[in-house]
């Protein structure tokens, strides 16, 4: 009748049903016993977790492991998939993986590196094309007036040194045409404040605009590449230059530069 | 072997408390998941292995705020199982159509010539069959489930000395219930 009960532990539960008998003062009759111990044998089942209960036991460590170290076969791609997930990168694993990981730093750091030169030829070029373009007289007297204001305006909030820092590729073709003025050869590298030196003999007017508006100037912030195209004769923000050969690239027509104080 | 498991989870339960969860809640359903099963079914609680699931699923979220170690799991766990008995009684009685009837599970029926038959087909709530719900409870919990008067007073919101009256009648109840059957068996 009993089989299952007291099959497991026997001795525990029949240990504690006399002690139940015994508290509550009842003979042992043989019959109640037994349907105690038969009362007992139903915890002697243990269910099987469900998907949900199961989950909830994994510990958490298994749950978000990064994956043990194994040099031999632990591949570049998936330690790096690996490692932005759990945020955790265990010492033994970094050794084997340093190498993959300098490579593709390496590669980026390359990367960067073209990109940075074709885009600095890129700027070049078109300030060589700007430069071809303000060769024509014409530009050349408005330019030059931009030219000036810009030099004196650098050379106000620059300082003494302030023809120094401009003579970098960048900022130059931030007024195309300004830069070199008179020189119509290759004026990469002719920084802004030479030219004042050169175009002051070709300006008509030198000293009054950029003295007139020397510190009040508020240039924009230029980006590049950039034209000078309002009120600019001859020069629709296309691809002309005084010598009538097409820039190297053609400009790009971008909106007026707003300087106030200079009227082409 | 279920000695030395228990063991086992016990110690595991002094040595780790505090650590990770999961690894307490593994031990608390290794413990007492069986008692648990068989605490429902000494109820008559439809389909008691899901129902003992979401026991432990109730259970898991405050593994965090507990106190008093293993014995103090073992109290939360029966105090859900407890809740959840009572829950399932209540949604019995408001729509008594709508369940099936199971005479199996029908706690309520008195013991005749068809439930000794059925004494060994699996089902238990015929163990405990004409007594009232307090003493069917009291019995559950300090037999099945192994809970300790203290215990038992806590989930039953009695005092101690009233849980052992309610033990004692109910044992004689009980007496006097497998007398009955026994005499029947006879006749």
Known sequence: MSDTAGSRNGSRDDASVDRLLLEAGLDDDGGLRNVLLELQGLAAERPMPSDAVAALMRPAVTRTAVPTPAPSHVAATRHLAVVPATGVMPATTVVPEFAATDDLAARRRAKHRITLTTLSV??????????????????????????????????????????????????????????????????????????????????????????????????????????????????????????????????????????????? | ML?????????????????????????????????????????????????????????????GELTGGLQGAKSLVFSIAHARMVDYYRRVERRPD????????????????????????????????????????????????????????GIMGKSQGAIKQLQRRALQNLKDQTLRRNQADHE
């Open chain 2, 3 to 63: 000695d030395t498991l228990a063991e086992e989870d016990i110690d595991t339960f002094a040595d780790t408390a505090g650590a990770d969860p999961a690894v307490l809640f593994g031990a608390v359903y290794r413990t007492f998941s069986g008692a648990v099963l068989g605490y429902l079914k000494a109820r008559g609680v439809d389909d008691p292995e899901a129902v003992t699931q979401d026991v432990f699923l109730a259970f898991f979220p405050k593994i």
């Open chain 1, 122 to 264: 890129t700027i070049s070029l078109a300030a060589g094309g700007a430069v071809a373009v303000a060769s024509d007289q014409g530009i050349r007297d408005t330019i030059g007036q931009v030219n000036h204001a810009v030099t004196s305006f650098v050379s106000t909030v620059g300082g003494g040194p302030a023809p120094a820092p401009v003579e970098t590729p960048a900022p130059v073709p931030g007024q195309p045409g300004v830069p070199a003025v008179g020189p119509t050869g290759p004026a990469v590298t002719v920084p802004v404040p030479a030219a004042p030196g050169s175009g002051s003999s070709q300006s008509t007017q030198p000293a009054p605009t950029p003295s007139g508006s020397g510190p009040a100037v508020p240039l924009p912030d230029l980006p590049l590449p950039e034209n000078v195209t309002p009120g600019v004769p001859g020069v629709p923000g296309g691809p002309l230059n005084g010598e009538g050969q097409p820039p190297a690239l053609p400009l790009p027509p971008t909106p007026p530069v707003p300087l106030p104080g200079i009227h082409p």
């Open chain 2, 98 to 153: 709508f369940t099936p009837y199971d005479p199996l599970q029908d706690g309520r029926s008195t013991a005749s010539a068809e439930d000794h038959a059925l004494e060994n087909s699996g089902g238990a709530a015929h163990l405990l069959a004409g007594l009232t719900d307090e003493h069917r409870e009291v019995l559950a919990l300090r037999v099945v489930a192994d809970l300790s008067i203290e215990q038992v007073a």
